[in-house]
């Protein structure tokens, strides 16, 4: 089983925090001597720390940054066109 220490700064994983959360996708954006903080970002940023000895329940898989990308694409709210009315006077 792997531990937050283990995964690469700048770099995106899908895993599992612990049994009962979802699957998130995170990165590491620093690491101390004994923690790392991490940021999940789907479906809003959120920094959280980590022991760095602490083990990751299910670390699913890397993910290149066009693929982190794409799945954040998909929780960004679509741009809203805006509509002009002509008054009528």
Known sequence: MASFGELKPDTYY????DAESDIELVS?????????????YLPQAEDFFKYQDEPVYKLIEEVDE??????ESLYRPAEQEEVYEESEE
């Open 14 to 17: 899908l895993l599992q925090v």
């Open 28 to 40: 590491v954006i620093l690491e101390t001597k004994e923690t790392v903080l991490l940021r999940s």
């Open 66 to 71: 066009e693929t982190a990308q794409r799945i």
